[in-house]
């Protein structure tokens, strides 16, 4: 993307053309990093408003939101003939994953175990079974054999919640493993090449950062945002920095590849949502209070994203 002479709406002009994000997406983007921290809920008036200037229309926008119903995430509300929406509280802990995933810091570091979870043959029915891998492959867990998923850096109280939801509790074998002193195996930091590809991921945060650090750079020269080119930039950001964490399996410092894009491209992440954070929080709120005057400001833990906003 070239960036001769322009400006920020240039580039976000450039952005919406050459990689336009799909709506659905979109909306689910603005739900967990604008709508969320204001209190989870936005009359359809409102988020007509905010989605305009990212191109999504009336219609994309209608028939987006009545499919993340169908799917679980949001709850439709009728007042008369107005609409809302809202987080589904069954929702709301894949809200909360998801927020651990894109603002916190990379500090995990590696303790020499693995988290393995391990299925007898026909413990599981096939409906249960195919949902616990698709959660265990979004939470970062690799297929280390048939039967058998791992991570090097679980985290208990997300598997449990799984576990939970899935229905799956007291239906696995869940353990700890460390290297058995003694024996003569493979290092247990090599089963990383064996559960993961990383190649696409690396490929997904250069490719991130080649879109938006020379934005970065723009911004650097003094240019005032609006509010609302504020706000389509940080949704945009965030939008493209969550498509390529979906795909990170989140592994321990000490076991990623040296130099870690990933590294490169949360701090990227971090300067301009910094940069574009408070003018775009005066266009979320002023479009939620279009709709309705008592809408929250937003709750002081979205203050702590990115190890701090101002």
């Not at 891998?133 to 867990?141: A, S």
């Not at 208990?156 to 899935?166: C, D, K, W, Y």
Request: hydrophobic share 45%.
């Amino acid at each position: 993307m070239k960036m001769t002479q322009q400006t920020s709406s240039e580039w976000i002009a450039d952005f919406l053309a050459s990689d336009p994000p799909r709506s659905k997406s979109l909306v689910l983007t603005i739900f967990g990093d604008a709508i969320a921290p204001h209190g989870g809920t936005i009359w359809l008036g409102s988020l007509i408003e905010l989605l305009a200037p990212l191109g999504v229309n009336d219609r994309l926008l209608r028939t987006s939101v009545y499919r993340l119903v169908q799917e679980g995430w949001l709850v439709a509300n009728r007042d008369g003939r107005r609409s809302s929406y809202s987080i589904l509280d069954a929702a709301q802990a894949r809200f909360e994953r998801a927020y651990r995933r894109i603002y916190a810091p990379l500090s995990v570091h590696w303790d020499g175990k693995w988290t393995l979870l391990l299925s007898a043959s026909g413990s599981i029915e096939a409906p249960a079974r195919a949902q616990l891998r698709k959660e265990l492959l979004w939470e970062g867990y690799a297929m280390i054999a048939p039967g058998v998923f791992g991570h090097p850096a679980s985290d208990s109280e997300v598997l449990e919640e799984i576990l939970v939801r899935v229905g799956v509790q007291r239906k696995l074998f869940v353990c700890s493993a460390t290297e058995l002193a003694a024996v003569s195996t493979r290092p247990l930091r090599e089963l990383v090449e064996e559960g993961w590809d990383m190649s696409d991921v690396i490929a997904g945060y250069r490719h991130f950062i080649e879109q938006f650090e020379p934005l970065r750079a723009l911004l650097a020269k003094g240019e005032k945002l609006q509010a609302e080119q504020a706000f389509v930039i940080r949704t945009l950001l965030i939008h493209a920095y969550r498509r390529v964490q979906l795909h990170d399996p989140m592994l321990p410092i000490e076991l990623l590849p040296d130099p870690w894009p990933g590294s490169e491209a949360y701090e990227l992440a971090r300067a301009l949502y910094q940069h574009t954070c408070r003018a775009a929080e005066q266009h979320i709120l002023a479009a939620l209070r279009r709709e309705d005057e008592n809408a929250p400001v937003a709750e002081s833990s979205f203050y702590q994203r990115f190890g701090g906003v101002r």
